[in-house]
Structures are given as C-alpha cells and as structure tokens.
C-alpha cells in the first residue's frame, strides 16, 4: 500500500463511520452542531495520532498476551490529556462534549485502528493512518452535522440561514434526526457506489483480524 | 514479562498525566474563579462589589460568604454533597430581606440529561416562584441540592447578624 493511499483511504473510501459504520455513537450523540462535530473530530484525531504513534513504536515491546490491556491503558491517557487541556483551554467545547470526551476512550475507532494497523505498521506510516481515520471520523461528523444542524436549527457553524432558521424542523436536532440524517448518507453512499462500497471482500472475514485465530475464519 | 511491560506502561502513563495536570490545573482553577465573580455579579446585579466575609461556625459545606457593598443581598458559595456524582458547587443569593432570590451550579459531575434535569427544574421553579419538590429519576441529586439550600438557609441565620 502506498503512503498516498494510506494517508486519503480513510477520508471517503474507508471512511471510519460512513463505510466501516463504526464509532456511531459520539458520530450521532455530538452531531448536534458541526462546531460541536469539528471539535469532537479534533479531540478524536488527537487520541488517533498518540495511541497510533505509540503503539507503532512499541509493537515490539507489547507481548502479545497483554495488548490490548495495553492499548486501553495508553489510549486512556490520551483521552485525559485531551480532556485536561480541553477543560483548561476550551472550556466550551468541553462542556459541549460532556459525557462523549471521556468515552472517546471506549471509541471502536481508535482501538481498531491499533489493533489492525498500528500494531503491526511503522511510526510514520501509523500516523498516516491516524490522520486519515480521524480526517475520515471528522469529514462524517461533520457532514451529518451539517444535516442536521441546517434543517433542525437553520443555522451552519451558528450562522443563521434565512428561510430556514423560521422554518426549521426540530427532530433533526434529536436522537431519531441523528439516525435519519446518517441513514440517508450511508444511503446515498451505496446508491453512489452501486453497493460495492460495503461489499468489498478485505472487510468479510477473511479481512478480519482475528481471523487467524477465529473458528469461524477457518486456519484449517 | 507482560506483567512488567503492562506496570511500566501504567506507569509512564500516569507519570504523563500527573506533569500535565501540574500545568493545566491553575488555568482551570483560575477560569472556573473568574466564572464564579461573574456567576455572583449575575446573581445580584445591583451590587456594587462582593466583600468576603470571615466567619466562625457555618455549616462546613458552606465555603464562602460575600456581602454586598451597597446592601443588596449575600451570596453563599455552597459545595452539595453526597450527589450522584459526588459534589457539586452551587451559588445561593439572599436578598436583603433574607428570601433566597435564586440558585445556580457552577460546577457539577451529575449524569447528563438525568441528575443534571434538576438543575434545569429549580432554576424554572425559581422564575415561577413555584414549590421545588425534585425530579423523579434524580432523587440522589434532588435530595444534596436541597441539603445544600438548607445549609445555606443555616448559614444565613447564622451571618445575619454581622450584615450591616
């Protein structure tokens, strides 16, 4: 794989949320308002780069018992150290973010990403990856808070839209808007690639990466 | 060995955190101080300064006591505890007549959208200038923000006598 196509795969053609459906539930709870949406894809991509960069640098030392104890324990301390310098510097946006700060630590997004990139790629390929994913996580964020943020609100990034902000339809700013909106773009996604997006063999189980040690992948 | 590696990692990691607190823990004592002078400004807009009181005997949650310069009320600064998450900081004004003219929380860890609804409830009583019994689902927090008024309530009774 190429360095290029390490760094853009993530953005759209496997795009954490939107293809991979993973991480839905910060990429639907924060999803309010793309402000509230860019920032939750900072504070993501921030933990991406550190628990990717690390774990990359310590592939060799984490035995392979212990990893993913491991990998909770470095991504833990990433996600305090965002929330510290939120909570110092941004104060806003931590209270925005509230309970789906600390819970970034339990986001399948970056476990995934040490566990079948980082573990077994190069620093600086890794940190590719995190920028691509969190790029990815963010690009979703923001395309489902745009959506929602415009018809239930009538505002984008908090400016008022003329005839919309009269006329705005206020689920979208709720739970059910939040399914809607990301149901029509994962919609749109597969009408666009004729179904191949979510079809592709490398994320059936052969792509798995348990599959070597999984019954169900067959090491026969 | 995977023991070892995993302590060392925790270790590190802790270590980490530990420094980065050191820096960032004034900055957010300092904003959340600024936050609590605009709180109390909020509160009694009248006042034309807050004097901290220095007394004896106040109930110990209550933490501060300002007076207003021009007479226009107290304010209480009041630590709730035994919520659900713990303790949470709230600002009590009284005005001069000794009625409490309202409640705020400054800083709070209740669960989102279920300890935290009651917050929102008292502040609607308040402008009503209904009764505030609680809110079902969120009694652990109902419960410390009423033990907080109450200290509060002691507190003043307490104080009243050295206002001018």
Same mark, same amino acid.
């Given at each position: 794989?190429?360095?290029?196509?390490?760094?853009?795969?993530?953005?759209?053609?496997?795009?954490?949320?939107?293809?991979?459906?993973?991480?839905?539930?910060?990429?639907?709870?924060?999803?309010?308002?793309?402000?509230?949406?860019?920032?939750?894809?900072? =504070?993501?991509?921030?933990?991406? @780069? %550190? +628990?990717? !960069?690390?774990?990359? #640098?310590?592939?060799? /030392?984490?035995?392979?018992?212990?990893?993913?104890?491991?990998?909770?324990?470095?991504?833990?301390?990433?996600?305090?150290?965002?929330?510290?310098?939120?909570?110092?510097?941004?104060?806003?946006?931590?209270?925005?973010?509230?309970?789906?700060?600390?819970?970034?630590?339990?986001?399948?997004?970056?476990?995934?990403?040490?566990?079948?990139?980082?573990?077994?790629?190069?620093?600086?390929?890794?940190?590719?990856?995190?920028?691509?994913?969190?790029?990815?996580?963010?690009?979703?964020?923001?395309?489902? =808070?745009?959506?929602?943020?415009? @018809? %239930? +609100?009538? !505002?984008?990034?908090? #400016?008022?839209?003329? /005839?919309?902000?009269?006329?705005?339809?206020?689920?979208?700013?709720?739970?059910?808007?939040?399914?809607?909106?990301?149901?029509?773009?994962?919609?749109?996604?597969?009408?666009?690639?004729?179904?191949?997006?979510?079809?592709?063999?490398?994320?059936?189980?052969?792509?798995?990466?348990?599959?070597?040690?999984?019954?169900?992948?067959?090491?026969? | 060995?995977?023991?070892?590696?995993?302590?060392?990692?925790?270790?590190?990691?802790?270590?980490?955190?530990?420094?980065?607190?050191?820096?960032?823990?004034?900055?957010?004592?300092?904003?959340?101080?600024?936050?609590?002078?605009?709180?109390?400004?909020?509160?009694?807009?009248?006042?034309?300064?807050?004097?901290?009181?220095?007394?004896?005997?106040?109930?110990?949650?209550?933490?501060?006591?300002?007076?207003?310069?021009?007479?226009?009320?107290?304010?209480?600064?009041?630590?709730?505890?035994?919520?659900?998450?713990?303790?949470?900081?709230?600002?009590?004004?009284?005005?001069?007549?000794?009625?409490?003219?309202?409640?705020?929380?400054?800083?709070?860890?209740?669960?989102?959208?279920?300890?935290?609804?009651?917050?929102?409830?008292?502040?609607?009583?308040?402008?009503?200038?209904?009764?505030?019994?609680?809110?079902?689902?969120?009694?652990?927090?109902?419960?410390?923000?009423?033990?907080?008024?109450?200290?509060?309530?002691?507190?003043?009774?307490?104080?009243?006598?050295?206002?001018?």
């Amino acid at each position: 794989m190429s360095r290029l196509n390490i760094l853009t795969k993530g953005f759209i053609k496997e795009n954490p949320v939107l293809i991979f459906l993973l991480g839905m539930c910060p990429a639907l709870a924060v999803s309010t308002q793309v402000s509230n949406a860019l920032g939750m894809g900072a =504070a993501t991509t921030f933990v991406l @780069l %550190g +628990s990717n !960069t690390v774990i990359a #640098l310590l592939r060799n /030392v984490i035995p392979n018992k212990v990893r993913i104890p491991c990998y909770i324990v470095l991504i833990a301390g990433f996600v305090t150290l965002v929330q510290m310098f939120t909570e110092a510097y941004v104060y806003t946006l931590y209270q925005a973010l509230g309970i789906f700060l600390p819970l970034i630590v339990v986001n399948c997004i970056v476990l995934s990403r040490a566990e079948i990139f980082a573990q077994k790629n190069t620093v600086f390929n890794s940190i590719l990856d995190a920028i691509s994913t969190g790029g990815g996580f963010t690009i979703a964020l923001l395309a489902i =808070a745009s959506i929602r943020e415009i @018809l %239930g +609100s009538g !505002t984008w990034f908090g #400016l008022e839209i003329p /005839v919309l902000a009269a006329e705005n339809i206020p689920i979208f700013v709720m739970a059910p808007g939040g399914f809607a909106a990301f149901g029509i773009i994962v919609a749109i996604i597969n009408k666009v690639s004729k179904g191949k997006a979510l079809k592709k063999k490398e994320f059936g189980c052969e792509g798995c990466p348990s599959a070597q040690t999984c019954v169900k992948g067959g090491v026969e | 060995m995977p023991i070892l590696v995993l302590s060392v990692i925790c270790l590190i990691m802790s270590g980490a955190l530990a420094l980065t607190n050191h820096f960032t823990w004034p900055v957010v004592e300092e904003a959340a101080a600024e936050r609590a002078e605009a709180a109390r400004a909020e509160m009694i807009p009248e006042a034309d300064g807050f004097i901290l009181l220095e007394t004896d005997g106040l109930p110990k949650t209550v933490t501060e006591v300002y007076n207003t310069a021009n007479g226009t009320g107290v304010i209480f600064m009041v630590t709730a505890t035994g919520g659900y998450g713990g303790e949470f900081s709230l600002i009590i004004g009284f005005g001069p007549d000794g009625t409490i003219i309202g409640s705020n929380v400054l800083a709070d860890k209740e669960t989102k959208g279920f300890g935290d609804r009651v917050f929102a409830a008292v502040n609607e009583a308040e402008a009503k200038g209904e009764r505030f019994d609680g809110v079902a689902g969120a009694t652990v927090t109902s419960k410390a923000y009423r033990r907080a008024i109450e200290d509060a309530l002691e507190a003043y009774e307490t104080v009243k006598g050295a206002l001018s």
